[in-house]
Structure formats: C-alpha cells, structure tokens
C-alpha cells in the first residue's frame, strides 16, 4: 500500500500530501554523517555546507577519517569555522568509531531504538541527530522527530496548538503522530516541505 492512502486518513495532513516521496539511503559512512550533522546543528543549511566543505578541504577535499579527526590540531578545525564544543564533539564522534566500527550494513540490522542507545552515548550526539540518521542515513519509514523545530512550527500552525506549553506541545504531537505509523518519516517530509513552501 503507499503511503500516501494511509496518511490521507489524517484528514488535515491530507491537503499537504501532494507527489509521492522517496527514501534513499545516504551510502556515506557513519562517523561522517554524525559529523556533519553535528556540524549543521543550530545552522543553515547553507552555512553548515560551507562549514563542512571547509573541513573536507583540510583534507584534500575527500571525507575525513575518524584517526584523522583526532589527530587534527584543534586551532585547524576551530578555523574552518567550528565552535570549540563543535570541535570537542566531532573528535568525541571520532574517538567512539575508532574504538565502536560501525558499518552501514552492521546498523541495517539494529533496531531504531538500538541504535539510538547506542548513538546518543557519544558526547554531542543528542535523540535529534540519530533521528535524522535514521531517516536520511537508513531510510527508515517510520521515524518521528517532535524536537526538531520545522516539525514543531507546522504542526502548531497546522494542528492549532499555540496554546501549549513546551512539554504539553512534545506530548501532543507524540499523540497526532501515533495515527501515521508506520509512516512518520513521510509525514515529516511532508511537513518539511509544506513549512518551507514547497
């Protein structure tokens, strides 16, 4: 069945579900993808870009590995534009899969909430990172993200939920996404777009 009949039961997500997404899996190491999302935290999509381009040029242009994060002095990666707890994160990031190889096959294999255990143990890597990591890194279909603030800010406008507290709204949007399962990535996607104009 597609996805797009079983969200259309949510009769006011059901006006945004316009085209059909696809998930492809990011065929890019782990550590890196940890990387350079912790790089893109609190940034535009745009900036983190430059930021992460930067880092790469430190080496050649290709994707650093994590031996080489580590070694990196500090002073070189805080110019390519990195905050200091940025900085501490990504050798944090580095130091665990120097010690913790995780392949993209070996994940495959674990649960979401494995992973996001397993994950969310590094220094810097929060519930939000290993969220996007399930969808964008994995392709997991049914991945949900109440923290992230595009997801909160179309389903306030979109569900009426301005009168809720932050913990109160947390709990609300857990309870409207329950009726997607177990296609929650889809409708983020969805939402994304729909908040963004798209």
Known sequence: MSYLLHLKKDPILAPLLRGQKELTPIKRNIPAYLMSAIVSQQLSTRVAAVIWQRIRDIYSGRIPRPEEIVSTPDAILRAAGLSNSKTLYLKEVARYFMEHPLTPAQATRQSDEQLLSQLTAIKGVGTWTVQMFLMFGLARPDVFAPGDGGIQSAMVRL???????????????ELIAEQWRPFRTYACLH????KDGK
Not at 159 to 173: P, S
Not at 191 to 194: A, F, G, P, T, V
């Open 159 to 173: 569900y009426d939920l301005h009168h809720l507290n932050k913990k109160a709204l947390l709990r609300e949007m």
């Open 191 to 194: 939402l994304w777009d729909w």
